[in-house]
């Protein structure tokens, strides 16, 4: 059973890849920039963020971020969106997140039209 703070999606619209990560070993794309000091390197980058962390304030996760083991080594990496949902997750003090886990290195044609499936469901509706 998975203990801590625990950031709930509000939908699921595909329970089969459903799953509770670990946001203290799930990789991502600013990995190297600090949490506390990452929306002053957003701003500096041009990186846009106040307008979702708005929402996530007012509204809770809406969607599972996507994550996938790249190189089936056990390590979760996110995949394609979902980034600034774990920064400010992080930043909120949640220990997990739920996300949709997808294939990785071995991933069938089949999977990867699930992967595009599950993206294109909150690609323009999120980061």
């Given at each position: 059973m998975t203990t801590g703070k625990i950031l709930i999606a509000k939908h699921n619209n595909f329970p089969s890849q459903y799953t509770i990560v670990d946001?203290?070993?799930l990789t991502y794309k600013w990995d190297s920039?600090?949490?506390n000091e990452w929306t002053d390197y957003a701003d500096k980058?041009?990186?846009p963020y106040k307008e979702l962390?708005?929402?996530l304030d007012r509204n809770g996760?809406?969607?599972p971020v996507i994550v996938r083991d790249l190189k089936n080594n056990g390590v979760l990496r996110k995949?394609?969106?979902g980034g600034r949902r774990i920064i400010w997750a992080k930043r909120q003090g949640y220990t997990h997140i739920s996300a949709y886990q997808v294939e990785g290195i071995y991933a069938t044609e089949e999977d990867?039209?699930?992967a595009d499936e599950i993206t294109a469901d909150q690609w323009f509706k999120i980061d």
């Open positions: 946001l203290s070993t920039v600090s949490v980058h041009g990186i962390f708005s929402d996760l809406l969607h995949y394609r969106c990867k039209r699930l």
